[in-house]
């Protein structure tokens, strides 16, 4: 676009509205703001400055910077303090990069190429007016599939640095950036928070989609860094900094890896520098192949923080947060296009977190992972479908996880498979509510609540392994589970003391063989009886909870069972000879004294 001073001059002599209109085309989203302003009141000089502009008193300038054969502000200086121009653009008409700039008599400016411009000749500055953010046009970026916008993106970051902070705002584009955006922690030594927005998430264009609406910073190259990153120079904590409203993607020749990372390393300079009540708002990141352990987000050391809206695709881990504390991540979604990343979250240590609203697809490993002794977690609310991982929830090594209102959808991949898995280190893990494939308890595993769960074909796909090898006993395993939605049975199975090798009685009584799946000695034959199994010696005073299956007629304790196996004793009806026990009956077993004695039996047909 281009218009001579004239045409300028002849346009402000029209409507207010007209020239703010005008100067918004021109300038950008940070010069309308002021401008807006500027018509209600005038107390300020800035203000003051920009209504001489919309008089139209103001003159007229190319660009920012040399180009071409037009006036430029740089080759210009102003003829007395207070003097206002209107530039047409940075390097070109209409780039984004122009705006409204006053003169200063100020002899220390500093020159950034984009709101202090300190000319060729005479003594002073010209000084851009604004309000609010700095756009990344003004310091180079064009947003038009230019590599050269990295640079820009930089220099407003460091603009921002020195002004103590801001924002800065990426225009709807696609920026091509070719190395790692650094972002600063501190300047003077004092935490500044810095906040990047954008103008929606858009996905990338595509040779036949064309450009989209939104904004997409593009990684092209072959560097592994991080996208965007922290200095590690500057060690410092930061605070208050916040990403919204971006696409992140690497792509066109990157290898798979990180989207973006907080260093973080305990112990490290300044006390392992934390990520203090940031924010991530409507944004996706997009990686290219899985590279193991790398995630496309790494908040490492984050405190505090909150996590919300974000869409996740490619890559090995989507978000991971190591030695983390009070993070909040709400409706984090998964998308198939490159397969989803193949573990969405890995928490290793910290805790305090809530995990709510999140939806995940075209995923191929676990789902959730919790590791390194995490604990005080909550997740509320998660759903998965058309996955196929081998563990979708794996408490590796956790304690305290509050897990309600899972459904973990259909696996038409890699059956069979585990939805949730509770290894033997940990603790106080309570699951209410949900739909789930088969649950996994490992032996030494210590207060395991699971219940009102609905569990598909729940006596083959709960499973609860053999404690009896394990130095660690498993303590306080309760699980209600149904198979169907109610008035269904639910089929409960507690262990309060620790459990053994348990074992099937006779084709149709269940002693947890089928419902956990056990391995090792679980079935005990006595002396070439068929048919005749026992139970392991038990604690003294602990109880089991067993569900008969099928309509059933089961003896009492026979002889020539294998050494390892208890009596156990029945209520026998004298006149049969044995228990006639219908299906769906629940027996209660105390181990006192050397053997197993039925203390209840109750038919379960809530």
Avoid at 319 to 346: C, D, F, H, M, W
């Amino acid at each position: 676009m281009n218009r001579s001073k004239r045409e300028v001059e002849n346009r402000a002599e029209g409507p207010v509205a007209e020239r703010r209109e005008l100067l918004g085309n021109l300038f950008g989203v940070g010069a309308i703001a002021v401008l807006g302003g500027c018509v209600a009141g005038e107390r300020d000089p800035e203000q003051a400055v920009a209504t001489q502009a919309l008089s139209g008193a103001a003159s007229w300038v190319d660009t920012v910077l040399p180009a071409g054969t037009g006036v430029s502000l740089r080759g210009m200086s102003g003829a007395s303090v207070g003097a206002t121009v209107l530039v047409g653009g940075r390097t070109a008409a209409s780039d984004g990069g122009g705006g409204v700039f006053s003169w200063m008599a100020d002899l220390a400016a500093v020159d950034d190429a984009a709101t202090i411009i300190v000319p060729t000749t005479g003594q002073g500055a010209w000084k851009r007016i604004f309000s609010g953010a700095l756009d990344i046009r003004w310091f180079g970026a064009v947003g038009r599939n230019s590599a050269a916008d990295g640079p820009g993106i930089t220099a407003a970051l460091a603009a921002a640095a020195r002004r103590g902070g801001g924002t800065i705002f990426v225009p709807a584009g696609e920026y091509f950036i070719t190395r790692s955006i650094v972002i600063p922690r501190t300047f003077g030594g004092q935490p500044i928070p810095i906040s990047i927005i954008g103008e929606g998430a858009a996905l990338p264009a595509t040779p036949t989609s064309g450009k989209r609406n939104g904004s997409c910073l593009r990684w092209i190259g072959t560097t592994t860094d991080p996208t965007v990153t922290y200095s590690s120079t500057d060690t410092g904590d930061v605070y208050f900094h916040s990403f919204e409203n971006l696409h992140f993607l690497r792509g066109d020749g990157f290898p798979g890896g990180s989207c973006f990372a907080h260093p973080y390393v305990a112990g490290g300079p300044n006390g392992a520098a934390r990520w203090r009540s940031c924010t991530i708002r409507n944004c996706m990141f997009a990686g290219g192949p899985a590279v193991p352990g790398v995630a496309l987000l790494e908040i490492s050391g984050g405190w505090n923080c909150l996590l919300e809206n974000v869409m996740l695709d490619g890559g090995d881990i989507g978000i991971r947060s190591v030695a983390g504390s009070r993070l909040e991540l709400a409706n984090i979604t998964t998308y198939q296009k490159n397969g989803g990343p193949q573990r969405v979250l890995y928490l290793d240590g910290g805790g305090g977190h809530v995990i709510r609203n999140c939806r995940f697809e075209g995923n191929s490993s676990s789902l959730i992972t919790v590791t390194g002794g995490a604990g005080a977690i909550t997740f509320d609310q998660i759903s998965s479908e058309g996955h196929h991982e081998v563990v979708s929830i794996d408490l590796d090594d956790a304690h305290d996880i509050d897990v309600r209102n899972v459904y973990l959808g259909a696996n038409p991949f890699n059956e069979p498979s585990t939805a949730l898995r509770v290894s033997g280190k940990c603790a106080n893990i309570t699951v209410n509510h949900g739909g789930l494939k088969p649950i996994s308890i490992e032996a030494g595993a210590k207060h395991v609540h699971i219940q009102d769960v609905l569990v598909d074909d729940a006596l083959n796909r709960v499973f609860l392994q053999d404690d009896s090898g394990s130095v660690s006993k498993t303590v306080d395993v309760v699980v209600k589970v149904y198979e169907h939605l109610p008035p269904a049975p639910i089929y409960s199975y507690t262990f309060t003391k620790g459990m053994f090798d348990a074992v099937s009685l006779n084709d149709g009584v269940m002693w947890f063989v089928n419902a956990y799946n056990l391995s090792g000695n679980n079935l005990f034959r006595g002396g070439g009886v068929p048919f005749w199994y026992g139970i392991e010696a038990g604690h003294e005073g602990q109880m089991i909870t067993v569900l008969v299956t099928n309509n059933s007629q089961i003896y009492g304790n026979r002889a020539n069972l294998p050494p390892k196996a208890a009596p156990f004793h029945l209520v026998i009806d004298p006149a049969l000879g044995y228990a006639s026990v219908p299906a769906n009956s629940v027996i209660r077993f105390l181990f006192t004294a050397g053997a197993w004695y039925e203390i209840s039996r109750s038919v379960n047909n809530s």
